[in-house]
């Protein structure tokens, strides 16, 4: 065995073959980390030749349409359909927002559906009795005795047992947690993340089975550890939400099997995750009486097109420089809409504090959300009620009206909730008009 030796930055990943007290990559200082590589000379060339023998397109025959169903309609469509077998996942999120959940329900409903077959749960960061605990809270089924859970961080051992076993399907909470004998080093630094990462990639295409990584995130909202390792999996999920809310977003960042468009909404509840299959319920608001400064927008989240309230409240400043808040939109877009706004429809938003927020927790980056966010201004100034009004378009610099993405599908969604007032840009050409329309009805 030869033994050679690197200084890895646990920041940004740079490799450097000496020690520096400042890493070039990122510029932070005493980040690099030795890092030990063990080095194998195979003599059997044979052996070599006999694993590296190229394969023409005939020969290769692919398992078409073999996947794993999560019990999750919301998540297998995330997936395109469910998880490709032999494949890896990242799945990625805030602490807390709930991702050893959501695998939990998922590892609880594959043990029923596939009841033949072995189902493994490996926590680095649980013992088996709190798993347990949990999972009976989330699930009202008793006989799973085809699903097993370990809690161990040693990723020689994880892998041992999983070569034993061969489970059906596999979920390892989290890669943070995992550390190995052969690396030095504490769990959590890139040459640990390296390693475990690339032993479960081993072991999924080796046997065919699907393994769900746990990944954890920086404070920008980042996956932590080496950014290699996004590269290396097949699948980034990333789930996110606010906390105080029950809403949950679950997004596809990388997908090499499916879409990376679509987005699966699930909710936090005392049981558990629940789908959500009409997200209108949660993002339209409870509020039947009808206000000044609520408007709704049509906006797209994947492929999905649903309905989202946008409230906004205007109130005369006594300060130099009025407050602009915002609760799950761009503060900067909305400065900007605003000065469209002053500029354009001659609305005296420089003397007025303004707070606008989208109901339900969601985030919405949607140029369509535009329109409404000056609707709703708009309708909290002028105390008008804009009922059964909904707005789809991008409003631009010059107070113009710009049309959205799949706008076809945006009306239909919204027709079919009952709303007949639509304002696109195909019947309007500048903010200025739709205000005027709305302020002096025919």
């Known amino acids: 065995m030869k033994l050679s030796t690197s200084f890895v930055c646990q920041e940004c990943g740079y490799d450097s073959p000496k020690f520096l007290g400042k890493c070039p990559e990122c510029g932070e200082w005493n980040t690099l980390r030795e890092f030990k590589n063990q080095k194998s000379k195979i003599q059997n060339k044979n052996q070599i030749s006999k694993t590296t023998n190229p394969k023409t397109f005939s020969e290769i025959s692919p398992r078409i349409g073999e996947r794993l169903l999560t ?168 789930l996110e939400g606010e906390k105080n809310t029950g809403t949950r977003i679950l997004r596809s960042l990388k997908n090499r099997f499916g879409p990376v468009d679509e987005v699966g909404v699930f909710t936090m509840q005392e049981n558990g995750m629940g789908e959500v299959k009409n997200p209108e319920q949660i993002f339209l608001g409870e509020n039947k009486n009808k206000a000044p400064g609520s408007v709704l927008v049509a906006t797209l989240e994947g492929t999905r097109a649903f309905l989202v309230e946008i409230q906004a409240l205007v109130v005369y400043s006594k300060l130099p420089m009025p407050r602009r808040v915002a609760s799950g939109f761009d503060y900067k877009r909305l400065e900007l809409l605003l000065a469209v706004l002053q500029k354009h429809c001659r609305i005296p938003v420089e003397q007025m504090d303004v707070f606008v927020n989208i109901a339900g927790g969601l985030k919405l980056s949607d140029p369509a959300a535009d329109l409404g966010i000056c609707l709703a201004v708009f309708s909290s100034f002028k105390n008008v009620i804009l009922e059964k009004t909904v707005g789809a378009a991008e409003v631009g610099l010059l107070g113009e009206l710009r049309s959205v993405s799949f706008l076809e599908k945006r009306i239909k969604q919204a027709k079919k909730l009952g709303f007949t007032k639509i304002i696109t840009a195909l019947d309007f050409k500048g903010l200025n008009d739709v205000l005027r329309s709305l302020e002096n009805p025919k």
């Open 71 to 238: 019990g999750f309609s919301e998540m297998d469509g995330v997936l395109g359909g469910g998880i490709v077998l032999g494949s890896v996942t990242l799945l990625a999120g805030d602490p807390g927002i709930g991702k050893s959940t959501l695998l939990l329900q998922s590892a609880l409903k594959i043990s029923q559906i596939n009841k033949t077959e072995k189902v493994l749960y490996v926590s680095g960061e649980e013992s088996e009795d709190q798993i347990k605990l949990r999972a009976l809270r989330l699930s009202k089924a008793l006989n799973h005795d085809n699903f097993l859970m370990l809690s161990v961080s040693n990723t020689d051992a994880i892998v041992e047992v999983i070569e034993n076993i061969k489970p059906v399907f596999v979920i390892i909470d989290s890669i943070q947690t995992m550390e190995s004998e052969n690396l030095s080093g504490l769990s959590g630094s890139v040459g640990q993340v390296r390693y475990a990462a690339l032993q479960f990639i081993k072991l999924a295409k080796s046997l065919n089975i699907p393994v769900v990584i746990v990944g954890h995130v920086t404070k920008e909202g980042m996956v932590a550890g080496p950014m290699v390792l996004s590269h290396m999996v097949d699948t980034v999920l990333f």
